[in-house]
């Protein structure tokens, strides 16, 4: 996807904004990551052993988070432009924070809904900034410097799915969030020292004539319907892991960190050797096929053979998590890229909202193994699309 056609960016960013962009977005991106991990993957475990969720509950669940980040990517997205992005990370680390605290204290089903519909909100707010300080931040190798900064964003994930598998492990899921909240609050401080960007008021038409470029809609096309997936992993994969292979929130912990870690290594490596080496399609039909095959091939219950695919698979989202960040960065406009890129994140989230509203009941009614399998079939079902979007 690099080679997609698209605007230029602006003028170089300045050297000290180039240095705290480098120290303290992968740091901040990592410690996202780790809080999104914890809630993201092991949550259900909580829902359905504690909490007694259904699964359309559980998988309701999910959808909502994602129906939030449907409706707040965009505004999100432009506030980042116009106003400085460093602001909107304090309010979204105090949100989350907040957001923990809560989930923490409510039991049954609709206030908790309403709980999680803030901490959708605070994730949103500070994701979506820390990704328009880094795509603002145009200067370097920008393939380096996107590799490294995905890298730590898995592996904060690695350490997150690990940390919180622990401590549900020895103490219970009530205490991880609020430990969880108390390191969030602990993070507001350094703020002060992420990079203070400029605001440029950009006509909304123009986000749209950019968003509905044929490169650009091809691109949110097959990334929409690669990410159903996501949604079957939220609403099954943890569940899987702990009905079909036997695994304690300690092993789903150290299961899934191991993929994140295969993600992260994945993600240093395209950004510092292959980027500018392997030509774009070739690279998607990589990724489709190693995630597609691994996320069919890992529901097999022998715990090492599942490990070993779902690793094939992590290499395959690797891949694609770095195709996504490169070809932002090379379809959009640096004065409109918080705006744009919040916009290919809402076909991503979009992707998630559809995958959980599906996957969710389907896992509870056919076994937590069959939704892991029909989304992977359905992202080797993209190959043809790759190759005639990127054939030419």
């Not at 979204?92 to 519909?117: D, K, N, Q, Y």
């Not at 470029?213 to 992993?233: D, I, K, S, Y």
């Amino acid at each position: 996807m690099p080679g997609l056609p698209g605007p230029g960016h602006g003028g170089p960013a300045q050297p000290q904004y180039l240095i705290s962009a480098a120290v303290l977005l992968p740091f901040y991106i990592s410690a996202y990551s780790a809080v999104v991990a914890c809630i993201y993957f092991l949550f259900p475990l909580y829902l359905k052993g504690t909490l007694h969720f259904t699964g359309a509950q559980i998988g309701l669940v999910y959808a909502l988070l994602s129906l939030n980040a449907i409706l707040v990517s965009f505004p999100v997205g432009v506030i980042g432009d116009r106003y400085p992005a460093r602001n909107l990370t304090r309010l979204g680390l105090a949100a989350m924070a907040a957001s923990l605290w809560g989930l923490s204290v409510v039991r049954s089903f609709w206030p908790f809904l309403v709980v999680f519909w803030g901490f959708g909100l605070s994730m949103q707010l500070f994701r979506l900034s820390l990704d328009t300080l880094l795509f603002k931040a145009d200067g370097g190798d920008a393939p380096r410097r996107l590799g490294h900064y995905n890298a730590m964003r898995m592996g904060g994930m690695m350490v997150g799915v690990f940390l919180g598998g622990a401590t549900y492990y020895w103490l219970d899921f009530v205490t991880t969030l609020k430990l969880f909240s108390a390191g969030v609050v602990l993070l507001l401080w350094p703020t002060v020292k992420l990079p203070l960007t400029s605001g440029v008021r950009t006509p909304l038409f123009e986000y749209g004539r950019d968003f509905l470029a044929r490169p650009v809609l091809f691109f949110v096309t097959w990334l929409f319907l690669f990410t159903l997936h996501w949604g079957a992993e939220a609403t099954s994969l943890a569940l899987f892991l702990e009905r079909n292979l036997g695994l304690s929130p300690l092993g789903v912990g150290f299961y899934m960190a191991g993929e994140f870690g295969v993600v992260a290594l994945t993600a240093y490596i395209y950004g510092r050797f292959w980027a500018r080496r392997v030509k774009p399609l070739t690279f998607l039909t990589l990724a489709l096929i190693f995630s597609g095959s691994g996320h069919i091939l890992m529901t097999y219950p022998v715990l090492p053979w599942s490990f070993a695919w779902r690793a094939v698979h992590g290499f395959g989202d690797g891949l694609i998590l770095m195709e996504t960040y490169t070809t932002i960065s090379r379809l959009f406009h640096v004065d409109r890229v918080g705006g744009s890129a919040s916009l290919v994140s809402l076909a991503t989230t979009l992707g998630v909202f559809a995958g959980s509203l599906i996957f969710g009941p389907l896992g509870a009614a056919y076994g937590y193994q069959t939704p892991l399998i029909v989304s992977g079939a359905i992202s080797l079902a993209l190959l043809p699309l790759a190759y005639a979007g990127l054939k030419e």
